[in-house]
């Protein structure tokens, strides 16, 4: 058996701008990874870099080439732990670069066997959380749009961005426009620890489910405070990046939310979930803003996962790829035949 491996570079624009504490997003540069064995079968895999994180389109572009060689010298899409051992050995950072080549080998080693993913791993596709919609930061008026658009779309999850001077504002105004809708706050490690604790007893009064990340991840101490006097739950974000965050948060937070842009590749996101399991805490995975030649694969750990936030291919324009309808919220695995993670190149 030999592999051929090639990767291109893509600049997709967003359906309109998409604003944090942290900044706005226009477009989003992602990398395509595709691994073509010798019957003609292409696995295609895809990479969401984050420059908070230290990755930027530039510096997985500049890696891959080497990640690649890894591939082509193993050969095999169905020895996925000797090549992910090994392209760790080559780049121990830029995980969204190996992710892109770990979803990649997972596709096309599903597709040579005729199953679903999720079928490769044994999970139970009828156990799949719904994703949440993410309402980021804008004018009031074009909140409640957002929101009340959301929520006739059938979204039963919107996840709100905070981490200004408006979020109780933000908050009420999301609450009208969709009063049935579950609502969880994002601060992106926007708040003290204090004005944590402070606006969780009224985000209680307006049924928000639960906390992402208000603390900077510079601040465990910050964020065990939060987490132990907080009226709502707490879930970890940008504390918790690989498996070996999850020790040192499990005592700080209810909820690890993992990235598979994050972790470096599906079988590290894997062990991250059961490594979550096993400290007592509940597992969401989340997502960048990201094409479905990622997201597809994300939504095969769904049967794993107590929440969803894998919306990142709903905000773009238009996707290069086609993958799952995730319109609505519902992750679509159960009765699903198409091979490997399911992303189709338009």
């Not at 169905?78 to 080549?101: F, K, Y």
């Not at 879930?235 to 842009?261: G, Y």
């Amino acid at each position: 058996m030999s592999l051929e491996a090639a990767f291109e570079r893509v600049s997709m624009e967003l359906d309109e701008p998409f604003t944090i504490s942290r900044g706005t997003q226009t477009e989003a540069e992602n990398l395509i990874v595709r691994v073509t064995d010798d019957a003609g079968a292409t696995g295609v895999g895809g990479a969401a870099p984050a420059r908070h994180y230290g990755e930027t389109a530039d510096t997985v572009e500049a890696v891959l080439p080497g990640l690649l060689s890894v591939v082509e010298e193993v050969g095999d899409p169905h020895a996925l732990t000797t090549i992910e051992s090994r392209m760790r050995e080559v780049v121990q950072d830029n995980p969204a670069a190996r992710c892109a080549v770990s979803i990649a080998l997972h596709d096309l080693a599903a597709k040579r066997l005729g199953v679903p993913l999720y079928r490769l791993w044994g999970l139970d596709a009828t156990a799949t959380p719904d994703t949440s919609f993410t309402v980021g930061i804008d004018t009031t008026e074009r909140i409640r749009e957002k929101a009340a658009d959301a929520a006739d779309a059938g979204y039963p999850i919107l996840k709100v961005k905070l981490g200004g001077d408006r979020d109780r504002e933000i908050v009420e105004t999301v609450r009208e426009a969709a009063p049935n809708a579950t609502i969880r706050v994002d601060a992106n490690e926007a708040w003290t620890p204090r004005e944590t604790v402070e606006k969780s007893e009224w985000l209680a009064e307006l049924g928000v489910e639960f906390i992402e990340q208000p603390v900077p991840a510079e601040d465990p101490e910050g964020l065990k405070f939060a987490y132990e006097r907080s009226a709502l739950p707490i879930a970890a974000d940008e504390s918790c990046v690989t498996a070996a965050d999850i020790p040192r948060i499990a005592d700080r937070c209810d909820i690890a939310n993992l990235k598979l842009m994050k972790t470096g590749g599906l079988l590290e996101a894997r062990r991250a979930i059961a490594t979550a399991r096993s400290h007592g805490l509940e597992v969401m995975l989340g997502c960048m803003v990201e094409s479905n030649a990622s997201i597809a694969a994300a939504t095969h750990l769904a049967p794993l996962l107590d929440y969803a936030d894998l919306d990142g291919s709903l905000l773009l324009a238009e996707d290069p790829f086609d993958g799952p309808d995730l319109t609505g919220g519902a992750i679509p695995l159960d009765g699903v035949d198409r091979a490997g993670t399911g992303a189709i190149e338009r």
